[in-house]
């Protein structure tokens, strides 16, 4: 699998100025946010892919012998995602100028996976009443979730419906693993004796997202 429940994936194609594949080209992948980078090299179709890499942005570096060195500033990796990353190398040689390209258009290419991720930013931007990211829920297309009653007991979860499903249709992970109670048949809400899901802080989470159809295999 190129990714989990808690990872995504950088993948593509390397190609010369005549659109001709280029095999091992050294591709480093830093993250931008810890510093750490991993690495990987193009096989005889000129194609990389690094897996299992944590949600955040990263820099790419690709190098090859008889070209200019590329370097992409930032690149977004989205959890549960395989982001498409395709590079044209120029003729040259390493020692010459970096060529820096600073436009990089986003696409996941992989799978037919349909969602929504909500980032950290997105999170704390919008109002939270309850400090509870599960309120977000509803934001996604498809998804179909009940007026919060605040004079209810709980910690303000809601339950969600998507694409005309039922609740008992439903899963939540966290960090690839799945919460769901053991009595809750798909709800999320507490229950008497049968607890919800864990809600942590919201200024802990990095990112979520909603798979609404079409789940790829991680």
Known sequence: MAQ????????????????????????????????QART???????????????????????????????????????????NVLDR????????????????????QTSNATVG???????IADLPLTTRN????????????TGVFNAATLGRGTQNISVNGSTTFQNNFQMDGVSIMGWGGNGGIIDSGGIPGIGVPNPDAIQEFKIQTSLYDAG
């Open 4 to 35: 989990t429940g808690a990872t995504g994936a950088l993948a593509g194609t390397v190609t010369d100025p005549t659109g001709a594949v280029v095999p091992n080209v050294i591709v480093t992948i830093t993250s931008i946010d810890t510093g």
């Open 40 to 82: 990987a090299t193009t096989d005889v179709a000129g194609s990389y892919k690094a897996s299992l890499l944590p949600p955040g942005s990263y820099r790419v570096r690709f190098e090859a012998s008889g070209f200019k060195t590329v370097e992409v500033p930032s690149i977004t990796v989205n959890v549960t995602e395989t």
């Open 88 to 107: 044209r190398l120029e003729v040259g040689t390493q020692s010459q100028e970096v060529t820096v390209q600073g436009e990089v258009e986003n696409v």
């Open 116 to 122: 929504t991720v909500m980032t950290g930013a997105t």
């Open 133 to 144: 990211y599960t309120n977000l829920l509803g934001l996604s297309t498809g998804a179909n």
